[in-house]
């Protein structure tokens, strides 16, 4: 029979090991939500300390999770896998507030944990279908469409949706998904097109509709969190979240570019709508928000956050097309509104405890220049270098002014 001190070592060592799992779990839970791995390690230190660990060395990838503790003069080292990555904002908030509760037994915390991961989504498949039908109707008017092109980029977008939601249900690789949803969206739009034609109806903004309807596909997220985690030095996490993202885009630049061939579409970009300006301004407000909801829906945000995020992409957004219009170029202007979006995220997180995440995500994905992302990837397959390198580095510089906005907030927040 164990002494009383060997007795106190093995209940010490049973606890560790349980308070160990714990953290391995909120980790796996937070990467696996979308959020990034320099927040998910400021929250995963913030518990172990709440439970005791003297010390805390953590290391992150977008597959694994490693982390050593010390509690005592005891060192324990253990690894969890991660899993498939999706963005789950409500996750996200849960297990913020989850770490910012007073002291919890770990029983109590692995419990929440298991309430966190098997809840229900926000949202329906067909409701989050019928709002990214919206979404890219509204993306197509963003990018210079008529009414025809908006209400099918709609159709499009609304069943490329729901087929992604029902290969998701059925496991299929993600890769996989993706082109075959680009393929299912892109040709909707096409089929609506022709029919449409028949009937007599003209399209004369048709690439900018027939992108739209497939914008809903673009890994934005993961792509600004990569940068992201660089500029917060977390460089294995970011490296794995961008090789997924460009994944990603090159499975729906493939599905795309089927269609392209086979429908033999034009992408060659046509002169926008022609409106009066202030008119402009509202319909892009109104389109700003309507995208913006959507894609927090996609996110699983809750309503109220929804609200605050599509108001904060209306403002944003329009600064962006503003200075746009003013002449200044696209990777300033993008800068300019995600500090905006960033300095607001922050002002509502510490005087409403709206998690960052809320309010960020859903504004920052529809700045992304989806438009730019697929022209370079179809020039570079047409073999016009000179054309797809020029887009290619408006949507790089674009994409890591929007990752910058967002660092360059943080400077602000109060410690």
């Known amino acids: 029979m164990p002494s009383t001190p060997e007795r106190d070592v093995q209940t010490g060592t049973a606890a560790s090991s349980d308070a160990m799992d714990v953290l391995l779990a909120f980790g796996t839970l937070m990467m696996r939500a979308g959020n990034t791995a320099a927040r998910t390690r400021e929250w995963i230190e913030a518990i172990a300390r709440k439970m005791g660990f003297d010390a805390i060395s953590i290391s992150l990838s977008l597959d694994n999770i490693?982390?050593?503790?010390?509690?005592?003069?005891?060192?324990?080292?253990?690894?969890?896998?991660?899993?498939?990555?999706?963005?789950?904002?409500?996750?996200?908030?849960?297990?913020?507030?989850?770490?910012?509760?007073?002291?919890?037994?770990?029983?109590?915390?692995?419990?929440?944990?298991?309430?966190?991961?098997?809840?229900?989504?926000?949202?329906?498949?067909?409701?989050?279908?019928?709002?990214?039908?919206?979404?890219?109707?509204?993306?197509?008017?963003?990018?210079?469409?008529?009414?025809?092109?908006?209400?099918?980029?709609?159709?499009?977008?609304?069943?490329?949706?729901?087929?992604?939601?029902?290969?998701?249900?059925?496991?299929?690789?993600?890769?996989?998904?993706?082109?075959?949803?680009?393929?299912?969206?892109?040709?909707?739009?096409?089929?609506?097109?022709?029919?449409?034609?028949?009937?007599?109806?003209?399209?004369?903004?048709?690439?900018?509709?027939?992108?739209?309807?497939?914008?809903?596909?673009?890994?934005?997220?993961?792509?600004?969190?990569?940068?992201?985690?660089?500029?917060?030095?977390?460089?294995?996490?970011?490296?794995?979240?961008?090789?997924?993202?460009?994944m990603l885009l090159l499975a729906v630049a493939l599905g795309l570019s089927i269609v392209i061939e086979v429908g033999n579409v034009d992408i060659t970009r046509q002169p926008p709508l022609d409106l009066a300006y202030p008119l402009k301004l509202l319909l892009r407000a109104v389109a700003s928000f309507v995208a913006a909801c959507a894609f927090a829906m996609l996110f699983n945000t809750p309503v109220r956050a929804v609200l605050m995020a599509g108001l904060l992409a209306l403002v944003a957004n329009d600064l962006r097309l503003v200075l746009n219009d003013m002449g200044m170029m696209l990777a300033p202007a993008a800068f300019f509104a995600a500090l905006l979006i960033g300095l607001v995220a922050l002002a509502v997180d510490e005087r409403f405890g709206v998690p960052r995440p809320a309010m960020t995500v859903a504004p920052i994905v529809i700045m992304i220049p989806g438009v730019y992302v697929f022209e370079m990837i179809v020039l570079f397959n047409r073999g016009q270098m000179l054309e797809a390198l020029q887009a290619s580095a408006v949507c790089g510089f674009a994409i890591g002014a929007l990752a910058m906005g967002l660092a360059t907030a943080r400077f602000f927040r109060r410690k």
């Open 66 to 246: 490693t982390a050593s503790v010390r509690r005592s003069g005891e060192h324990i080292t253990a690894t969890r896998e991660i899993g498939p990555p999706g963005i789950n904002v409500w996750r996200i908030a849960e297990l913020e507030q989850l770490a910012k509760k007073p002291v919890s037994m770990p029983g109590e915390i692995a419990v929440r944990l298991e309430d966190i991961e098997l809840a229900k989504p926000l949202y329906s498949s067909v409701q989050i279908s019928a709002v990214v039908g919206l979404a890219s109707g509204a993306f197509a008017f963003l990018n210079g469409a008529a009414a025809p092109e908006m209400i099918s980029a709609a159709m499009g977008g609304g069943f490329g949706q729901l087929f992604r939601a029902w290969l998701s249900r059925h496991h299929v690789n993600q890769y996989g998904a993706a082109a075959l949803s680009a393929i299912a969206a892109s040709g909707i739009y096409v089929l609506a097109a022709a029919l449409a034609r028949r009937a007599g109806l003209e399209f004369l903004h048709y690439p900018s509709g027939f992108i739209a309807s497939v914008l809903f596909l673009i890994p934005g997220f993961p792509l600004i969190a990569a940068l992201f985690d660089l500029l917060q030095h977390q460089t294995v996490a970011a490296v794995g979240r961008f090789a997924y993202g460009a």
